[in-house]
């Protein structure tokens, strides 16, 4: 099975490549970036092939691509895929407006081809004990979730993360859907309100919100909050991290997704280094087997819709000072 | 000069603050509280009277510690206030904000002290915390996440779940977060909560405060949590730092569980001086003249005015912006 990354603006790229060079049947035909000196830079770190176009990569033939391009440009990559039969592992959010995410999903499910949310925290063994936790009603009912998803200001990675256009905003958008994924999978219900404070006061250089925090109602009644803030400053020992705790009738669980880690202490730095599982490989891993025909995609465009759904919504609360219906 | 101390009430607080007193250098000489079976011990226990009549108590001490229940705390303040005594008083300082900023004007008008027992401001964690960001380390404070979770209080605290009497797990418990937020992040502009009540539990809350300089504070109230346990946290980012609370306690031991729990949930603390005797010695001093206090009464009824527009967005659903708060 042959694979390619389509743009490599977004940092993920920069560890999928490895992914898809580890996944067992995946031959690594190369990257597609419109950006030469990007491209450029980045076929000579990797040792990969670089592509022009999105076109080229695909004429090179590729069965599935995953899209790494900054947000506002998923939608016509995944329309070229679509058109010439490559199944879609797209990273998030899926779009910066619902009209882009809603065509991203039709456009596949009309060519008949595989869309998968690159939501990796479906795989973390920690977060899928949470979602047992919850079916088997071992904390009762569940009453509340709040989940924090922080991290460094991004644009040390990318610039375009701060863009307005490119990336349709700052930090809500960047760090809300991955906590507002896992309370659909885990409460297994759809959010109906939410509710939105954002600031600029961490890093004020940059033109778009960096503090946030969103609650969303679900139609269960059930409530959680997501702290989306970009504010790990620039010297914390990682990117950032997710932690989220439920609170329920008989009890309250708590996950820290990035917990297995050793801290070092070296050349006069602090890091954290993960030793847990390899959630961005699990996820390859299980597209790829979608794709081969051994199981449906575990996470859906329509998963990816409902998340951005969330994201923007709090936008719209945030300008309103009010609550607003997803 | 020993001061003496008229105590109010019998219940868990009279005890906690009448050990602050003795540790102060001070004397509780007299205690009020008709139909207490508690009270008899508390006095004999302290060496002090029981008193007929608050007007006996208050001709025969030189300070008033109000440890009533809430709703009753005005009435208290508006006598001791005309007798000319001074006043500590546990929090909240009213039932409502109109109760709050009356006895903040009548101990004005008649020149009596009235210092309230925001006890958080006396937590080392807490206070430390305040002074780096007085000092600037952390620059302007962006996001600040308080939680203060525990099970809801049982036996001789029943009133605590009587809404029309404490204000219930907003007014009662997440006011010692309110207050501190107000204390690092300035005064608050508009607040957004959600409120889930299983039977049988006291509440568990989530608040978003939006502060007048932009800050955001995430504020968790929990009277829902396991019997036994109580939890707190503290995190601090600003425009030039991060500040977070190493959690795990300095002693730790693992034992079978007992089943010795307070009725009155208490924050566990290893310390050499308690909090509570630390918060004493600080109205001594204040009431000795030889310092400012650290908990001004407005900032006590700001407190009540900030848990009320929480109540009033539960209770309404949307987000509630509060007055020219001082």
């Known amino acids: ?22 996944a067992r049947g995946v031959e690594f035909v190369g990257a597609a970036e419109t950006d030469r000196f990007m491209l450029a830079d980045w076929t000579k770190r990797h040792h990969a092939f670089g592509y022009a176009s999105d076109d080229e990569l695909i004429a090179a033939g590729v069965d599935f691509g995953i899209v790494c391009s900054p947000t506002n440009a998923h939608l016509p990559t995944v329309e070229r895929m679509a058109a010439a039969g490559v ?17 991203i999903v039709d456009v596949c499910a009309a060519a008949g081809v595989h869309l998968m949310t690159a939501f990796p ?23 509340a979730i709040t989940g924090t ?9 990318a610039p375009w993360f701060a863009d307005l256009k490119l990336a349709g905003g700052g930090a809500v958008m960047d760090h809300t859907v991955h906590l507002a994924d896992v309370m659909r999978w885990w409460l297994g219900n759809e959010p109906d309100e939410v509710y939105a404070e954002t600031n600029r006061i961490l890093h004020p250089e940059v033109a778009v919100e960096t503090g946030g925090l969103v609650t969303v109602g679900f139609e269960s009644g059930v409530f959680a909050t997501i702290d989306c803030s970009w504010s790990r400053p620039d010297n914390y020992p990682t990117w950032g991290g997710l932690e989220i705790e439920a609170v329920g009738t008989e009890g309250v669980f708590t996950v820290d997704a990035f917990a297995q880690r050793f801290d070092v202490w070296s050349n006069g730095q602090t890091s954290w280094v993960d030793w847990g599982s390899d959630t961005n490989q699990l996820m390859i891993d299980h597209f790829v087997g979608a794709v081969r025909g051994d199981h449906p995609v575990a996470v859906t465009g329509f998963d990816g819709l409902r998340a951005t759904e969330v994201a923007l919504a709090a936008y719209r609360s945030a300008e309103r000072g009010q609550p607003v219906v997803v | 000069m020993t001061l003496r101390v008229g105590i109010v009430g019998a219940g868990n607080m009279a005890a ?23 009270a008899g011990s ?29 709703d009753t705390h005005l009435g208290y303040v508006e006598v001791a206030a005309a007798s000319g005594v001074s006043v500590v008083c546990e929090k909240p300082l009213g039932r409502t904000a109109k109760e709050a900023q009356e006895a903040v004007a009548i101990c004005e008008a008649a020149g009596v002290l009235l210092l309230v027992a925001h006890v958080v401001r006396f937590f080392p964690e807490y206070s430390v915390a305040r002074d780096r960001v007085v000092a600037g380390e952390l620059g302007d404070v962006a996001t600040v996440r308080l939680d203060r979770s525990t099970y809801f209080p049982v036996g001789d605290g029943s009133w605590f779940g009587d809404h029309e009497r404490s204000g219930g797990v907003v007014l009662d418990l997440m006011i010692h977060d309110v207050d501190y937020a107000r204390w690092v992040a300035g005064d608050v502009e508009r607040v957004y909560a959600r409120r889930a009540e299983p039977t049988g539990s006291g509440g568990h809350v989530l608040a978003t405060l939006r502060h007048r300089g932009g800050a955001l504070s ?70 000795h003249g030889l310092a400012d206090p650290i908990v001004s009464a407005t900032d006590a009824a700001a407190a009540v005015e900030v848990c009320e527009a929480i109540l009033q967005s539960i209770d309404t659903c949307q987000a509630v912006t509060l007055g020219g708060a001082s």
């Open chain 1, 87 to 103: 199944h879609v592992l797209c990273e998030k959010p899926l779009a910066t407006n619902v009209d882009d995410a809603q065509r």
């Open chain 1, 121 to 143: 925290m479906r795989f973390s063994p920690s977060l899928a004990t949470g979602a047992e936790w919850i079916r088997e009603g071992r904390i009762g009912e569940v009453l």
């Open chain 2, 42 to 70: 508390l006095a004999a226990d302290l060496g002090a009277e029981l008193s007929d009549s608050y007007e006996e108590l208050l001709a025969a001490v030189d300070v008033v510690d109000i440890c009533s229940p809430t």
């Open chain 1, 1 to 22: 099975m042959r694979a390619g990354i389509f743009g490599v603006g977004h940092v993920h790229s920069e560890s999928y490549v490895e992914n898809l060079r580890a």
């Open chain 2, 16 to 38: 906690t603050h009448a050990a602050g007193w003795n540790e102060a250098g001070d004397r509780v000489t007299h205690i009020l509280a008709t139909g207490s079976t508690r």
């Open chain 2, 218 to 287: 995430h504020v968790q109230g929990s009277w829902a949590f396991p019997e036994g346990s109580f939890r707190t946290s503290l995190e601090i980012a600003g425009s030039e730092g991060l500040l977070t609370l190493h959690a795990s306690e300095p002693f730790s031991a693992l034992v079978p569980e007992s089943d010795d729990v307070s009725a009155v949930p208490q924050p566990p603390t290893t310390l050499a001086e308690s909090p509570y005797v630390t918060q004493m010695k600080h109205f001594s001093a204040v009431l």
């Open chain 1, 149 to 157: 998803n922080r991290g460094h200001l991004p644009t040390g990675y």
